[in-house]
């Protein structure tokens, strides 16, 4: 007997869901952040991977927008500075230190750092440059989303 083919978790998920979903990841790292201590980096792993996760959401929930393939959103894997790229060739306008921080946490594998290399957390991100990204970031699929659509998300 065959199994039914395997869907992957968000194939069918609307460009609003993955929204909300990233506006809870983006509510959760607020307050992880809180917990963060001064002088303890590992302290902050938390609210980078929240952080980091938002980001890719907003930035997905804007490519299903824009109407991407799920396929190809998936195909680039957590590469955020390939997912503004094509962001930024349909319309998002972000700051160029935006996408160059983009791109530098690509480089820098702070996705895979973050979540399982404690001894490297010296090459991640500034907390208030990854907190800046995740603002902007936010703030501009946002309002990128509710010009097309006409309303609010």
Do not use: C, W
Request: charged residues 20%.
């Amino acid at each position: 007997m065959m199994e039914p083919p395997k869907t992957y978790p968000g194939e069918s998920a609307t460009p609003e869901q993955i929204l909300k979903l990233a506006e809870e990841y983006r509510k959760a790292a607020h307050l992880l952040l809180q917990l963060g201590r001064r002088g303890d980096p590992l302290s902050r792993a938390p609210y980078r991977l929240s952080a980091i996760h938002a980001i890719e959401l907003y930035l997905n929930a804007l490519l299903l927008f824009m109407g991407q393939e799920t396929s190809r959103i998936r195909g680039l894997q957590h590469n955020l500075a390939a997912r503004s790229e094509v962001a930024i060739a349909n319309g998002l306008q972000l700051r160029k230190r935006t996408a160059a921080h983009l791109s530098a946490m690509v480089g820098n594998r702070e996705y895979l750092v973050t979540r399982y290399g404690p001894e490297m957390t010296a090459t991640t991100s500034q907390i208030n440059r990854l907190t800046a990204t995740l603002e902007e970031v936010a703030t501009k699929v946002i309002a990128k989303m509710a010009a097309s659509n006409g309303k609010p998300v």
